[in-house]
């Protein structure tokens, strides 16, 4: 199987966990609205931007370079945008469960995927905002941007696995908090909605992996 | 910073995740012991063999073409075999959370935790196996393993970040199992164990994913 075709599989279970997800959040939980006065609803938008943005995206951008045809420049403006877009949504979402968290008075940051998310997100502007001045604007010596690549490319692979690590701890705490049981139809949602981000990211992986 | 450094702090993160699993389930926890009629002693043989096989014994074969010294031949010996120890020390992992299971009377297989961990179980055994009969025993022509070889690394390099998934889920379940809370300090613990076993295999992907 060439890396394109990985790379439709990784689109294929890009969609298919937003899917599940919405099917979790809308029909299993309460909905999502950032603006509602019932807490679970604000909660529910962290889940969703944060996978959009930093798994969906983040995976669809590291694979621009392959599946955004044309020339090079196009593909890194499409890289660098994804990215600058993903950025927005994990702010969003990272806003709604402080949000929730003021609501409920309930402890910020003290849970493993709290730490976990928390670390990414920083890396990940991090790691942004040195592609951007050493790649874009106003852009490296071409010596020093060959040295720097391959630090780039496994940085980012890295906090796209770091991202994952966070959805799948994510899942598990909220299928603490709600008390998901082995009888429940809807632990069989959670585990395929984190099945699905998984494979996700393995194909991503993968597709810029092999070579 | 060189490939061998970044194995360097990958060596360190080994560790200090090994001494803090060790504070955990000693201190804090009931001990570790197999043959207990104190279930939790039993339960507590599971993360201890699933860190120590499938993440640092993994991790340290992914490296040791890098850091055992020597001919190839010597390196792909201690990487076969610190897998095989894996997955003996896996399966005694295993064969510890079962027989917790039996003695309460709790359900298998059903958290999203147990999904990735057994699939990841699985995998990892069919890709040593194509290893072994690829690349040592009969060991595939040398056309044949030149194809192989990318797709072997690739997905070892997936298969560590799933094991490593699977840490970080196990870790959130047992946390809300025991209701660990914000202002317990075991909390603190489990977050630190957490992010240094994520930080071993981060430095584990960039010695090997630098080049």
Redesign the interface.
């Known amino acids: 199987m060439s890396a394109i075709g990985i790379s439709g599989l990784a689109h294929l279970f890009g969609i298919i966990s937003i899917i599940l997800l919405l099917v979790w959040l809308v029909h299993y939980r309460e909905g999502i609205d950032y603006d509602s006065d019932d807490g679970f609803r604000v909660f529910n938008v962290h889940p969703l931007m944060m996978f959009l943005g930093f798994i969906f995206l983040v995976g669809e951008a590291i694979m621009a370079f392959q599946t955004v045809p044309g020339e090079r420049p196009k593909g890194k403006f499409v890289h660098m945008t994804l990215h600058l877009i993903a950025i927005v949504l994990g702010i969003v979402g990272l806003c709604a469960v402080f949000k929730f968290h003021n609501m409920g008075n309930i ?1 910020d940051v ?4 709290s ?2 998310g928390i ?1 990414t997100f920083c890396l990940f502007g991090l790691q942004w905002l040195i592609g951007l001045i050493t790649f874009m604007f106003p852009g490296a010596q071409a010596q020093t941007r060959a040295r720097m690549l ?2 780039h ?3 980012g ?2 906090l796209l ?2 991202a ?2 966070a959805a ?2 994510g ?3 909220k ?3 709600i008390g998901l ?2 009888h429940h139809r809807e ?1 069989k949602l ?2 395929f909605t ?2 699905s981000i ?1 494979l996700f ?2 194909f991503v ?2 597709s810029v ?3």
Chains 1, 2 share one sequence.
């Open positions: 402890a003290y849970s493993l995927h730490w976990i670390s391959p630090w490319r496994a940085s692979r890295v696995f770091m994952i690590c799948e701890t899942l598990m705490e299928a603490g908090f049981k082995a632990t959670v585990n984190g099945l998984l990211g393995v992986e993968m992996g092999v070579r």
